[in-house]
């Protein structure tokens, strides 16, 4: 077997599903060129006009949140082409410092840069909401960000053109007020969407529960705080305030922090990584381990689940087998498909945060590749056992049926013409007075049908006992005690009917293990004790005999056994030191 | 005496409607299932009903169940339950507190026509009929404690034929002999036992049964 066919191919089959190609290395370089020099150009601007009052300060700023963005996104966007959240941090990088322009002295910048300066709280807000996959999930995300750009760029087109700053080169007019009036309306919307971006990240954390990765977790709630103290910042762009310079201190650094933590995200991965080595190890060990557990801590997701298709049954199971649905592609899991031999092998469910790390996902799965195979055998195996099992209690009450409707048949045909033949007759004896020899044969005629039905009724009876589906396991019991062997003591503590099938087996334990009495036990009395304790039935018969019975040693206590287990119960012998044989047997009723 | 049956085989029902009319005895109404039986019951209060325990549609207790609903309901009518089986825990049911025109017998006593119609007068009358088989099961029964075994043999049969229902005067007849030694035999077997004795045949077959019973 080559190695290509024993690593599986993994193929992803959700979320992002259109796989963007990596890009190359060349058009990584050029993009982190052109943002350091737009960095560096506009700094230059900037601190070069004398306009900025604290020059080195200011570039500093624009600086600790340009670079972390323009650095977080060219690795984004290298190692998860698949997620938008690499171009757009790298937008960010390149917006962000577009604020230093209004400080220029050249009027094309100046005017350039009044016209992007707000942008940035836009595209901060889409990416913390775009947060992992780079994608808008829902409708009214979707809507606070567009929101969020119109009011960034359209508002700030129409107070530019009103004349906010009369130098500015695409000011129509000059009417300072109404700019300024809609300057005050743009700083409350945006205020007021940053915090409807806030609430919506809160309720996404309340609704999907924190991401079950640890490091994310910790993102997503810099995030809010971020966009909070932005939020802050825009009320302070209507009304400054005192404390505006401390807002503004820890919106930068909430601002540069965020791509940051993104990056420890990113080494999360790497840490991750090496627990494939962990996994090997595990999977070296002991190659018959169940799979999600190691898979789960490889993966740092609790939350991952494994499922194996079984292709003779046409259906996915968990590892033990039992039949599952995959759950749709949707906003709480993310799903991967196993292939081998272009056959579907396993799939994994797990957070979706997870589904960026695509190199991981292929490590790991290619170094389950075997034990995986193995575990697909295993819960082929389980799934083959619990039909089995099934299939079982399904014989059994089709034996059960079978024998009630032959009861019944006996019952209703044989039974019923003797009782009616009986009955013609008697009604000829009393005809025949005047022959008293045809009388007595007509006489013993009639016993020996008497006696027919006698036998009718014991076959009839082993076969299936109409007392029982007729009147309930109680009756059936007492009828059980009266004709035994052994004078028996009956403790029944049931008056309710059960399953039709728990009754039929308490019925026959209890009379088999009678019966063995009998046969065995040498003993002076026996008692049968039925009672309900939860959802089990307790049928327990003991003896006063000579005890020595065992599962093994006669036929009829393992039947005894059988019945119990097919109906997920179990049989207890116990031989007491002093004599005698206990036997109970636990049926689950509930 | 007016009978309404209730019997799903036709076979049965029949010989028991013709052995019944032989002993001029007056069948009403001759049904294959319990709810009719219930409507004829309302409707034309009979004197007896005879009833397959076993009945339509699921065959399991519909017939005893309607036989308990007429002893509840409508005690002025003497009820007289057949079966296939005969099953002691049944009968108790049936009997619940009083054994007064009440019966429970084996299908394939009919055929002994003439025991069969005295025990219809019986029941009907507010004695009562219980299958000797159940009560030779009762007797037979093993007991770690037999009181049994003080009886003498003629007071053992004296006391199964008692549990059946059967009067002093039918022991008398069926053991041939007189109904003053059968009073002596029943008076030593109730204080053998220590079972308080009774003036009326049903209440002693009660007595006698939940004697045996327990």
């Known amino acids: 077997m080559s190695s290509s066919e024993v690593a599986p191919q993994v193929i992803r089959t959700s979320g992002a599903a259109t796989t963007l190609r990596r890009p190359t290395v060349r058009a990584l370089w050029l993009t982190g060129l052109a943002g350091v020099a737009v960095v560096t150009w506009f700094s230059f ?101 567009l929101s969020c750009y119109a009011a960034t760029l359209v508002l700030t087109v129409v107070k530019v053109m009103l004349g906010l700053s009369p130098t500015n080169i695409f000011a129509v007019t000059v009417s300072p007020v109404a700019a300024l009036r809609v300057e005050q309306v743009q700083f409350g919307l945006i205020c007021a969407l940053l915090l409807c971006g806030a609430v919506q990240l809160y309720t996404r954390r309340r609704i999907l529960g924190r991401p079950k990765r640890r490091l994310p977790a910790l993102l997503v709630d810099s995030f809010g705080l971020a966009l909070v103290s932005l939020a802050a910042l825009s009320i302070g762009g209507i009304r400054p305030w005192p404390g505006i310079g401390v807002v503004q201190a820890i919106t930068s650094l909430a601002m540069g922090l965020a791509p940051v933590v993104f990056l420890f995200g990113l ?235 728990v009754e039929v087996a308490a019925y026959y334990i209890a009379s088999e293990a009678l019966a063995n009495i009998g046969k065995h036990a040498h003993a002076n009395t026996a008692t049968v004790r039925v009672n309900r304790d939860g959802d089990l039935l307790v049928v327990e018969v003991s003896d006063d005999g000579i005890g020595g019975a065992s599962i093994t040693g006669g036929s009829g206590l393992r039947g005894l056994r059988d019945r119990a287990e097919v109906l997920g119960g179990r049989v207890l012998i116990t031989n007491p030191a002093g004599g005698g044989t206990t036997i109970r047997a636990e049926i689950p009723c509930g | 005496m007016r009978i309404a049956i209730a019997e799903d085989s036709i076979f049965v029902r029949e010989g028991l409607t013709r052995i019944l009319r032989d002993a001029d005895l007056d069948v009403i109404a001759a049904f294959d299932n319990a709810d009719a039986l219930m409507r004829e019951v309302r409707h034309s209060s009979p004197d007896l009903v005879i009833v397959d325990i076993r009945l339509p549609p699921t065959h399991a207790d519909e017939g005893l169940r309607a036989a308990i609903h007429i002893r509840e309901h409508h005690p002025q009518v003497a009820v007289l339950v057949l079966s296939q089986y005969v099953e002691l825990a049944l009968a108790m049911q049936l009997l619940a507190d009083s054994a007064e025109g009440v019966g429970y017998l084996l299908k394939d006593r009919i055929g002994n026509v003439n025991e069969f119609i005295s025990a219809v007068h019986r029941v009907a009358d507010g004695g009562s009929a219980i299958d000797p088989k159940i009560v030779s099961a009762l007797m037979q029964r093993r007991r770690s404690e037999n009181p049994l075994v003080f009886l003498t043999p003629r007071e053992r049969e004296v006391m199964e034929l008692m549990a059946t229902g059967t009067s002093n005067q039918g022991i008398a007849d069926q053991l041939m002999i007189t109904t003053r030694a059968v009073e002596k035999y029943v008076s030593s077997i109730f204080d053998k036992l220590g079972i308080p004795s009774s003036r009326t045949d049903s209440r002693r077959v009660m007595a006698v049964l939940l004697y045996l019973r327990s």
């Open chain 1, 267 to 501: 080494l999360d991965m790497r840490l991750a990584r090496t627990d494939v080595g962990g996994l090997l190890v595990e999977l070296d060990r002991d190659p018959t381990l169940d799979l999600q557990g190691p898979l789960a801590r490889a993966l740092h997701d609790p939350s991952l689940e494994l499922a194996y298709w079984l292709p003779d049954q046409d259906i996915w199971t968990d590892q033990d087998g039992h039949p599952i649905e995959l759950p749709g592609p949707d906003q709480r899991r993310s799903i991967r498909l196993i292939y081998r031999n272009q056959e579907p092998v396993a799939a994994l469910f797990f957070d979706p945060t997870l589904g960026d790390e695509e190199e991981l996902l292929n490590a790991v799965s290619a170094a389950a590749g075997i034990a995986l195979e193995n575990g697909r055998l295993r819960a082929e195996l389980r799934a083959k056992l619990q039909e089995l099992q099934s299939s079982r209690v399904r014989a059994l009450e089709a034996g059960w049926r079978e024998r009630q409707r032959l009861e019944r048949n006996l019952h209703d045909g044989a039974q019923q013409r003797l009782v009616g033949i009986s009955i013609e007759l008697g009604s000829l004896e009393n005809r025949a007075m005047a022959d008293p020899q045809l009388k007595q044969r007509l006489t013993r005629t009639r016993e020996e049908v008497s006696a027919s039905l006698e036998e009718l009724r014991s076959i009839a009876r082993g076969i299936y006992p109409a007392v029982l589906s007729g009147h309930g396991l109680a009756v059936a019991v007492e009828s059980l005690a009266t004709s035994a062997a052994v004078p028996v003591r009956l403790e029944v503590g049931i008056t309710e009917r059960l399953p039709e099938a």
């Open chain 1, 45 to 145: 601007l900037a601190a070069a006009s004398g306009q900025l009052p604290h020059p080195a300060v200011g570039v500093l700023v624009v600086g600790w949140i340009t670079v972390p963005y323009l650095v977080s996104g060219l690795i984004a966007w290298w190692r998860r082409p698949a997620s938008r959240l690499g171009p757009l941090m790298l937008a960010a990088g390149f917006v962000t410092p577009l604020a230093l322009l209004p400080f220029a002295n050249q009027q094309i910048w100046l005017s350039v840069g009044e016209l992007f300066e707000v942008l940035p709280a836009a595209i901060y807000l889409h990416i913390f909401l775009a947060y992992p996959s780079g994608r808008l999930a829902g409708r009214y995300e979707r809507i606070t960000v």
